[in-house]
């Protein structure tokens, strides 16, 4: 761990595993890691956001140009009232998701694609499987109090983001939208692939859900286990669901905690259990709430919650075997994420997609 002594590190060798990966690939990967900085600054609130009324919206079925505030022009996709949308829309649809999350690189260390991660799982997080609500279908964090609940904070930025691709293909709900965009995060971020199915359906305020119903990173595994417990999930899941602290940082003016899991925040690995279980951590001095600071370099941090995998027998043990074995973590983890998405909600279909990558 002594090499790890400062944010250097763009593709960790465990992403590439045994599969093809071509060479020009890998080139255009670090390349775009080394244009991605490492900042704590939030984003501009985004200024192309577009507000289309009701003649823009019908104008939409026939296709047709709209102007961003700052000029930029979007072009709506044509499409019949009564269009039923196949896996190759859909697909159109990722692609887009994805062309912006490689040209949009002002957010923290240059990708959106770990805070839009955060808008699906936390959109999806929310359902109780003993009264059947929340979850994702509804897209309800839309609306205050779910959009002002604390484990909501930042999320804003990752709802600027989507709203041009909403804008462009208005026949897509965004309860469909925000997950899908979370699939193709993963991937675009060199995750696994997920298996993914539209159906959802989008729902007013008076669907919104109570607060306290996501995981708090200042707890420990007795929380844990009732806040997975309550969606359906067990201990095993909780595991692999939380490896996706692999990306991201936390922020002082939203969860108040600060800092990157891991040296690499914006590709997807299993380096959250590797550091979790080799690296030594210990309590941060600081004026802030309570959170752990690796040895080495003292970039790293990591929660109570997440602390919480190690300390307890049942959660290491799954730790363990996901630090050894990164292609059981990437099955594991896409079999986690796609239940998480798809809780609540009332398919009318069995097929699920699978979205080729852009990268």
């Not at 359906?232 to 939380?242: K, M, P, R, T």
């Not at 970039?299 to 109570?304: F, W």
Request: hydrophobic share 35%; with cysteine; glycine share 8%.
């Amino acid at each position: 761990m002594s090499g790890r002594q400062s944010f250097t590190r763009l593709v960790p060798l465990s992403s590439f595993r045994q599969a093809n990966i071509s060479t020009p690939l890998v080139a255009r990967q670090v390349l775009r890691s080394s244009r991605r900085g490492y900042t704590s600054s939030a984003p501009k609130s985004s200024s192309s956001k577009l507000y289309l009324g009701i003649g823009a919206a019908a104008l939409a079925g026939a296709g047709g140009y709209y102007f961003s505030n700052s000029g930029q022009a979007i072009k709506l996709e044509a499409k019949p009232s009564s269009f039923a949308p196949t896996k190759d829309d859909y697909q159109n649809v990722y692609n887009e998701i994805a062309r912006l999350l490689e040209e949009k690189d002002e957010y923290d260390d240059g990708s959106y694609g770990p805070v839009v991660l955060r808008l699906a799982w936390h959109c999806s997080g929310t359902y109780d499987k003993q009264t059947g609500t929340g979850g994702s279908n509804g897209a309800t964090m839309r609306f205050a109090p779910e959009s002002d609940h604390g484990a909501n904070a930042g999320l804003k930025a990752a709802r600027d983001f989507l709203d041009p691709v909403k804008e462009k293909f208005p026949w897509i709900t965004y309860s469909d939208l925000w997950t899908l965009a979370g699939v193709c995060a993963v991937q675009e971020m060199q995750g696994p692939t997920v298996p993914w199915r539209p159906g959802r359906k989008d729902r007013d305020v008076a669907f919104c859900t109570p607060d306290g119903r996501l995981p708090d990173g200042a707890k420990e595994q007795n929380h844990l286990r009732a806040i997975f417990s309550r969606m359906g999930f067990n201990d095993q899941e909780i595991v692999a669901l939380s490896g996706a602290h692999a990306l991201g940082r936390c922020h002082t003016d939203r969860s108040g905690f600060e800092g990157p899991w891991t040296f690499s925040p914006t590709v997807f690995s299993n380096d959250f259990y590797t550091l979790l279980v080799n690296e030594k951590w210990n309590y941060r001095e600081w004026n802030g709430p309570k959170q752990f600071q690796d040895s080495t370099s003292k970039s790293l941090m990591m929660l109570p919650s997440d602390m919480a995998l190690v300390d307890d027998k049942i959660f290491r043990k799954h730790v363990e075997v996901y630090a050894k074995d990164v292609d059981r973590f990437y099955t594991d983890f896409s079999a986690a994420l796609t239940k998480l998405l798809e809780l609540g909600v009332p398919f009318e279909t069995e097929e699920r997609m699978k979205f080729t990558p852009t990268v």
